[in-house]
């Protein structure tokens, strides 16, 4: 699954050194306003032990992680809603994606200038946020524009929509973005249809010096301090160094580490695996994707095709030994075409040609 996070921000906060640690790839990081014009994309491994540990089990000769889709998003200034500083360019890179990482800046460096000469992380993630729910507005406007002339002669969907829409129009007029909207199942296919942006599921990364010392805000997402100039540090290592480094730093995990696995956990996702001696992989779906379509991941003829799977969770293989010894010790289930995934299941689909 091609899932994408958009990194946010205003300029010089640190997104694109995030993207560098992130993806290391080097993009221009220089220190003045839209030098990253258009955006940057990195796919990024999800780190998960459960296939390191099935992969040295099964002496497995690849393995293969489950990835993201990072992109690096030019800085965002205020007025970007009326295409300030690109900004009608740049909030079209943001609706493409399924989710955003919003980067505020809580460091004082006197080598980067702030866009607005000050640091203040208030300030900033509210800047951001104004932008999307202006544009989300023009959005929501526009259409009302068009449904409200067919409600008027009486189309039952427009009339519908209508007043859909208005409620919205009124909701992100409050100043509200519609993660914190209480919707019913009609609102949100349309907000879906609408693709607006204040409705994606977002992580707010503060960047900051001392990440360790930080008072997490009461703000509409999920919030991760982390050091994006550590992080970077930390990615330009060897791999076979960087474990050793963090925990010389007194860490448990790196902050990208961190940032990977609340994205994922964000959009939704759970993992299931195979493993074997050709290779052991990770594979991604939505929660409580049925069997089928997991199997439709791996090769969508498999959908059509099947017939039942072989599960077992992860930790009971591992301490089984072998798919030999699971299937002598009772541990494998079979399960059918309603049975939905769970994170960690170790899969072998049955597949009638």
Same mark, same amino acid.
């Given at each position: ?151 008027? +002669? @009486?189309?039952?969907?427009? /009339?519908? $929509?209508?007043?859909? !829409?208005?409620? *919205?129009?009124?909701? =992100?007029?409050? #100043? ?77 995990? +790196? @902050?990208?580490?961190?940032? /990977?696995? $609340?994205?994922?956990? !964000?959009?939704? *996702?759970?993992?299931? =695996?195979?493993? #074997? ?77």
């Amino acid at each position: 699954m091609a899932l994408s996070i958009g990194i946010v921000g205003l300029p010089n906060v640190g997104k694109s050194t995030l993207f560098n640690a992130l993806t290391k790839k080097q993009v221009d990081a220089a220190n003045y306003p839209f030098c990253t014009i258009e955006p940057n994309i990195g796919i990024v491994k999800v780190p998960d032990e459960r296939v390191d540990q099935l992969s040295a089990m099964s002496h497995s000769a690849k393995t293969i992680y489950t990835t993201m889709e990072f992109v690096d998003i030019a800085g965002l200034v205020k007025g970007a809603h009326e295409g300030e500083g690109l900004g009608n360019q740049f909030l079209a890179h943001i609706r493409a994606c399924d989710a955003i990482c919003q980067v505020v800046r809580n460091f004082q460096d006197d080598n980067i200038v702030h866009v607005d000469g000050r640091i203040n992380p208030e300030s900033d993630q509210a800047i951001i946020n104004l932008e999307l729910i202006y544009a989300d507005l023009a959005t929501v406007n526009k259409r009302l524009d068009k449904v409200g002339r067919e409600a008027k +002669s @009486g189309h039952k969907t427009a /009339i519908q $929509q209508t007043a859909i !829409l208005t409620k *919205l129009r009124d909701y =992100l007029d409050n #100043g509200h973005s519609l993660r914190q909207f209480d919707f019913t199942a009609d609102e949100q296919a349309l907000i879906k249809e609408l693709n607006l942006l204040t409705s994606k599921p977002i992580i707010y990364v503060i960047n900051s010096s001392q990440p360790e010392t930080e008072q997490l805000p009461a703000w509409d997402g999920a919030v991760l301090p982390l050091n994006a100039k550590l992080e970077a540090d930390i990615a330009a290592l060897p791999e076979n160094e960087q474990a050793e480094y963090i925990q010389e730093l007194g860490l448990n995990q +790196s @902050g990208l580490n961190k940032l /990977i696995a $609340q994205a994922y956990q !964000l959009l939704n *996702l759970v993992t299931f =695996l195979t493993t #074997g001696a050709d290779e052991t992989r990770a594979w991604t779906v939505i929660k409580n994707t049925p069997a089928p379509l997991a199997a439709g991941v791996i090769h969508t003829d498999f959908i059509k095709g099947f017939v039942r799977a072989e599960v077992i969770n992860w930790q009971d293989l591992l301490r089984a030994g072998s798919e030999v010894k699971a299937k002598e010790l009772g541990l494998l289930r079979l399960e059918g075409k309603d049975y939905l995934i769970k994170d960690g299941d170790v899969c072998n689909f049955l597949i009638n040609n």
